[in-house]
Structure formats: C-alpha cells, structure tokens
DNA sequence: TTGTTTGTGTTATAACATAACATGAATATA
DNA sequence: TATATTCATGTTATGTTATAACACAAACAA
C-alpha cells in the first residue's frame, strides 16, 4: 500500500481524497471498459464524504435528495459495483461502506477502526498476510480472501481523552 | 492457542468436541459465579453441532422443539452470555456463531473459512497479532480488539475439488 | 435497426438484531 | 423463613441491513 494515505491525521485536506478518487475511478472505468454511472458516482462521491464509514441506509436521502430513486436496490447495486472494481470496501464488523484509497492495484484490504472518532483507516497488510499465510499453510488451508478489523483508538482519540481525563 | 483443536480434520470424534466444551463451559461457570441455564447449555451444544456457524435464527427451531420460547431475544440473549463467557464467537462476516475450543483463557480469535464445507476453524493469531501490532504503532493507533476472518478453501475441499475435476 | 446486454425503477420480502416492559426464578439478606 | 433484590426469561413490537423478482429503458454491438 502506498503511503499517500492521510490516515488518521485530522488536518488533511479531505477535499483532495475525493476529488482524487473521483479521478481515478473515472480513469480506471474508462480503461476496464466499465460505465461510472451517476448514481455510481454520486454514491462514491458520498462514501468518500469522509473516512467514516456509512452504511447503506444512510445514503439514500442523499440519492433521493439528487433526483435519483432511493429504494435500498438502488444503492446496494451501485455499492457492488464499486466494490467490485475496488473503488470502496466494506466494514463487515460495521455493517458498512468506505472509499478505498488505492483502488488502482488490487490488495487485501485491512482497517484500523477509531471507536471514538468512528474513522476507518486502511492500512499495510503486507505484514499480515505473511503471518496469516504462515498460519493457513500449516493446516493446507487455501487462502482465497482475508478479511482484518481492528478496533481501537486513533491517536487524536487518544489525545481527547487524555486531555479531557 | 493449544493444538487440541481438531482443525479441518474431517475424521475427528465431534463428539468429543461436543462434550468437551460442555464440560470446560459448566466448570467456567461454577468458577466464574455464573449461570449455565439450561437455555444457555442448550444453546452452547446447538452451536457445537458442527463447526459450522450458525446463525441466530437457525437455533430457534430446536429452542422451540425443546418446550423454549423460540423467539429472536432469546437466543440472542444467550449467545451475548456464551460470548461474555469466551463460549462461542461470532463470526461478522457470516452473521453466524461457532463454538470456541479453549474458552477458558481469554484470546484473540481468528478464523479459517471454507467457503465450499462452511467450516470455520479458530486459528492462532499471535503471529498475526505481533503484525498487527507493528502496523498499529508505526500509526499510533491503540489495538483494542482484532477481527480476523480468512475466507479459502480446506485441505478436504481442496481434495474434493481436485479428484471431482 | 435489430437484438443483446446492462443499468435502473419498483414492490415486496428476507435475514439479522434489539428495545421495552412484564413476569418469574434464584439468590442474598434480615 | 420472610422479604428484598438481582438476574433470567417471556412477549410484543420494531429497527436495521440486505436481496429477490420482474418491468422498463438506455447503451452498445452486430
């Protein structure tokens, strides 16, 4: 995984990460042939509205207030079709959806979630994967699809609640 | 973790398995001052049927045929008991319960899952913890609880897959 | 321009989970 | 033993997440 992720840095400019993923999903459906829809957009445009998960309810005002139709098919199709082209994951353990920083290789995707500031960071699996692989090996197990959540807390979390204690 | 557990061994004495955790759990209890009711044994051993999770609505069914109320609270309400406990785990990525092999010290859970079999299998995650921690701390980030669940396929599926093709 | 594929609209329902309050059983305490 | 208290369960209702199925329309390919 590339290092351009802003990660848990309060301060970026998140403008950019969008703006950003904007461009390359562009990019990468006109190389694969793929058609970024409106709604496709749109609902990429607002799970990347910050690095907080969304679940899939909560985007449908959102399509509705855009004119489009907002029954749950609608935003449920547009959210595989980006998770199939690795434009956004989703948080199982959140029942939720976020924008994937490098959706231009593809990668196991892992998260650092804040259960304070409810962020959900990607982070460098690399690591992981060579002990998981380890372990699978040891039993023959194939390993086809790795799922990794973990819950904690952000620095910036950690900060608040020690200034605040 | 201790290698009792019987991994995807196809051939292993369930029962065994059954009876084992039955034991260890009623044991925990009367150590722990809790309460092993009989909706909770019932439960405990429903979810031990195999190792394959299930999920909280397929218990219902034998609540019901054992003379319990059958309905969604009450099984919930003893699968959060049995997971208080280290009884059972839920696994996020199926919405589905599995019985825990060594209940009787606290530990990260990790999961091997077959999609073909629907087998899960608790795998040790300490090499995969020390990674996790490296990443975590190059970030500052404070682990608090790790979610890991690998989808594949098991040395028997992969048999099966191979001499069937 | 015709057929085919792909995306969307729409209705309904499935699957998973919890809130809230009443009742009863077990345990602790007087 | 009586009483209070805590804990577990029964019960009804509802919240939350996700998908099935079919109709229609737009894009694309031949």
Redesign the interface.
């Given at each position: 995984m590339t290092q351009t992720d802003p990660?848990?840095h309060s301060d970026h400019d998140h403008q950019h990460c969008i703006d950003q993923a904007l461009l390359t999903a562009r990019d990468l459906c006109r190389q694969r042939r793929q058609r970024l829809t409106p709604i496709r957009e749109l609902v990429l445009k607002l799970v990347w509205q910050n690095h907080q998960p969304l679940g899939a309810y909560e985007l449908l005002p959102a399509l509705a207030a855009a004119g489009f139709n907002s029954a749950p098919p609608t935003v449920y199709r547009a959210l595989e079709f980006l998770q199939q082209q690795g434009f956004v994951h989703r948080i199982?353990?959140l029942n939720a959806y976020v924008g994937c920083p490098h959706p231009d290789r593809p990668h196991r995707s892992g998260f650092?979630i804040?259960?304070r500031c409810k962020r959900a960071?990607e982070?460098?699996?690399a690591?992981?994967h060579?002990?998981?692989s380890?372990?699978?090996e040891e039993?023959?197990?194939?390993?086809?699809?790795?799922?990794?959540?973990?819950?904690?807390?952000?620095?910036d979390c950690?900060q608040q609640e020690a200034t605040h204690a």
């Open positions: 990660g848990f199982a353990s650092l804040c259960h960071i982070l460098d699996t690591p992981v060579r002990a998981l380890a372990s699978a039993v023959g197990f194939r390993i086809e699809q790795e799922l990794v959540e973990v819950v904690g807390l952000c620095p950690q």
